[in-house]
Nanobody
Framework: QVQLLESGGGLVQAGGSLRLSCAASGRTSGFSMAWFRQAPGKQRELVADIISGGSTNYADSVKGRFTISRDNAKNTMYLQMNSLKPEDTAVYSC????????????WGQGTQVTVSS
């Protein structure tokens, strides 16, 4: 069993930056990990994912602004978010060990990101 804990959320003005971290209680180097977000009244959406080999994938809405990365030695994943927009406001959750195209085994509790205009 692996537990995931997000940190780094907060309130930022539009155009600002935040860096989210997802720390795992166990080894995560062998599986895919991802960041999801859910805004009020909307469905959860994939923001970005990263496989064990390091290849990444991004939602069109965040391409060029967000960067996903991982430090396998620290069992930690990151999401660098730049040029934030009010529409990026959501609860951001990390996930690990993909077992289907849209499903992951492990989930964090989430961290709130609020972007003011």
């Amino acid at each position: 069993q692996v537990q995931l804990l997000e940190s780094g959320g907060g309130l930022v003005q539009a155009g600002g930056s935040l860096r989210l971290s997802c720390a795992a209680s166990g080894r995560t180097s062998g599986f895919s990990m991802a960041w999801f977000r859910q805004a009020p009244g909307k469905q959860r959406e994939l923001v970005a994912d990263i496989i064990s080999g390091g290849s990444t994938n991004y939602a069109d809405s965040v391409k060029g602004r967000f960067t996903i990365s991982r430090d396998n030695a620290k069992n930690t994943m990151y999401l660098q978010m730049n040029s934030l927009k009010p529409e990026d406001t959501a609860v951001y959750s990390c996930a690990g060990l993909r077992n289907s195209p849209t499903s992951y085994v492990y989930w964090g509790q989430g961290t709130q990101v609020t972007v003011s205009s």
